[in-house]
C-alpha cells in the first residue's frame, strides 16, 4: 500500500484500503478525545447510545465476568474502550469485505485516500497541538508537590514515577511541548512529511512511556503511531532512498481534488486556518486558564510540610511509632511519617469554625486522629486530642520553602560536574 499514485491498484492494497479507512474512521468518530471542537456535543447522543450498547456487549457476547463502566476517571485505557476499539476492528472487517464484494471493479480510491489522510492529519495534528500546550504551559506535569517529596520511591507507582520525573524539569516540559505542537505542520498538506516524521518521533516515545510506565493512554498513543505511519506511507519508497541508501529524492505531495465550484476550496481553505488558529490560540487561553485555577492548589492553610518539635502520648507504645513529620496538600490530604520511617496517608475533614480536625486512615478508615488545633505563630502548630483513642499532644514547626529541604528541588544545574551526583 506504498504507491498511492493514480493508476490501478493492486487487489490487496484496495482491501488494505478500504479496512484501514474505515477502522480509522470509526476510531476517530468514537474515540475522538476531544480532537475536533465541539465533538462531544455532536456525539452527545450518539454517546449515550454507546453506554448502553457496549457493556451490552460486554455482557452479553464477549461474556465479561464484570460490568463495563461508562464513567470518565481519566483513563483511556478501560475496558469500555477496549470493547469500542474490538467494535471498531469487527466493523471494519465486515465493511472492508462488503465492500470489496460491491466494490470490485473500482481501478483505485485515490480521492477517498485524500480524504482519510485529511481526517487523519487533523486528528493526530490537534491532539498534539494540546498536548504540546500542556506541557509548554506546564500544567499536565506540575512540579513534585509535597506528597510526592515526601512519598518512599517504593510507594509511588510507574505512572507516579513517571509523572514526578517528568514534571520535576521545566525546561524539559518545554522541550517536548514544542515537539508536539510540531504536529501543526501536519495540518498543512505541503508540510505534511516532515510534520509526519516528527511526529513518528514524539508520539513513538509518548507510547513507551504509557506502555513501560503503564500510563492508561496505551490505546490513544498506539494509534497516534499507527496514523502517523499512515501518513508516511506516502513517501515510504522516497524516503527508504533517502535514508538508507542516500539518494536524492523528490517527495510528491498529495494532489488536492478539484472542486466543482472555486469557492468551495476557499471556504475549506478559510475553514482549515480557522481551526488551525481556534487549536493554536484559543487552545493556549484554555490552558492558561488550567494554570491559574491550579497556581492556588497547595495554598490552603494547611497545605504545606511540618517538623514534628514534641510529641507526647499516654499511648505507652514504642517510639519510633510516634510521629516525625507531617505534609498536607490541598487542605484534604495528608502524611504522616513515623520514628521508623514508616508512612501513614489521611483524608482530612475540617470544621474552621471550631478548630477541629480530623484525620482518616486512606487505606483503613478506622484509624482516626481527632484534633483541635491552635496556631501558636505563624510557623508553629500544636495539635491536641485523640490517635485511635489514645490522648495526644504534638508540637510543630511548619517549614516555609519547603522545597530548600529536598535534593531533588534545592540540587540545581550545574554546568561542571567534578563527579556524578547520582544519589
Not at 57 to 77: A, C, M, P
Request: proline residues 3%; glycine residues 6%; hydrophobic residues 45%.
Amino acid at each position: 500500500m506504498t504507491d498511492l499514485s493514480v493508476g490501478r491498484w493492486p487487489l490487496i492494497q484496495k482491501i488494505l484500503f478500504r479496512f484501514a479507512f474505515t477502522y480509522f474512521t470509526l476510531f476517530i468518530i468514537f474515540e475522538n478525545n476531544g480532537a475536533f471542537p465541539l465533538w462531544d456535543w455532536v456525539m452527545k447522543y450518539p454517546t449515550e447510545g454507546l453506554h448502553i450498547f457496549i457493556p451490552w456487549i460486554g455482557k452479553n457476547i464477549i461474556r465479561l465476568s464484570y460490568e463495563i463502566t461508562t464513567f470518565t476517571n481519566g483513563s483511556g485505557d478501560t475496558t469500555y474502550d477496549y470493547v469500542i476499539v474490538l467494535c471498531c476492528l469487527v466493523g471494519a472487517m465486515g465493511s472492508a469485505i462488503i465492500w470489496s464484494i460491491l466494490d470490485r471493479h473500482r481501478e483505485n480510491y485515490q480521492r477517498l485516500y485524500y480524504w482519510l489522510t485529511v481526517a487523519v492529519r487533523f486528528y493526530v495534528g490537534l491532539m498534539l497541538i494540546n498536548y504540546g500546550l500542556y506541557k509548554v504551559i506546564k500544567v499536565q506535569f506540575p512540579d513534585p508537590n509535597v506528597y510526592r517529596l515526601t512519598q518512599m520511591y517504593g510507594d509511588s507507582t510507574p505512572m507516579g514515577l513517571a509523572w514526578t520525573f517528568l514534571g520535576f524539569s521545566t525546561g524539559y516540559n518545554l522541550f517536548m511541548g514544542i515537539a508536539e505542537v510540531a504536529a501543526v505542520l501536519l495540518l498543512v498538506r505541503r508540510t505534511m512529511t516532515i510534520g509526519a516524521i516528527i511526529t513518528l518521533m514524539t508520539t513513538a516515545n509518548v507510547m513507551a512511556v504509557n506502555y513501560f510506565y503503564d500510563v492508561p493512554v496505551k490505546i490513544l498513543s498506539t494509534h497516534l503511531v499507527l496514523m502517523t505511519l499512515l501518513l508516511l506511507l506516502h513517501d515510504a519508497k522516497a524516503l527508504w532512498k533517502f535514508f538508507a541508501k542516500g539518494d536524492s529524492v523528490r517527495l510528491e505531495v498529495i494532489p488536492l481534488p478539484s472542486f466543482p465550484k472555486r469557492w468551495i476550496r476557499i471556504v475549506g481553505l478559510s475553514f482549515k486556518f480557522l481551526l488551525i488558529g481556534y487549536a493554536l490560540f484559543y487552545g493556549a487561553y484554555e490552558v492558561m486558564g488550567y494554570q491559574r485555577q491550579y497556581a492556588n492548589f497547595g495554598k490552603g492553610e494547611f497545605d504545606g510540610y511540618y517538623v514534628v518539635k514534641k510529641f507526647t502520648s499516654n499511648s505507652g507504645k514504642p517510639v519510633d511509632k510516634n510521629w516525625k513529620r507531617m505534609s498536607i496538600i490541598f487542605n484534604q490530604y495528608a502524611t504522616v511519617t513515623l520514628m521508623n520511617d514508616s508512612t501513614v496517608r489521611f483524608t482530612i475533614s475540617k470544621d474552621s469554625l471550631n478548630r477541629k480536625m480530623w484525620l482518616i486512615g486512606s487505606k483503613d478508615t478506622t484509624v482516626r486522629c481527632n484534633f483541635i488545633y491552635t496556631h501558636l505563630d505563624s510557623t508553629k502548630f500544636q495539635f491536641k486530642g485523640t490517635i485511635m483513642k489514645d490522648s495526644a499532644s504534638i508540637t510543630f514547626d511548619k517549614l516555609k520553602d519547603f522545597q530548600k529541604h529536598f535534593k531533588l528541588t534545592n540540587t540545581g544545574f550545574h554546568w561542571i560536574n567534578e563527579f556524578p551526583n547520582n544519589r
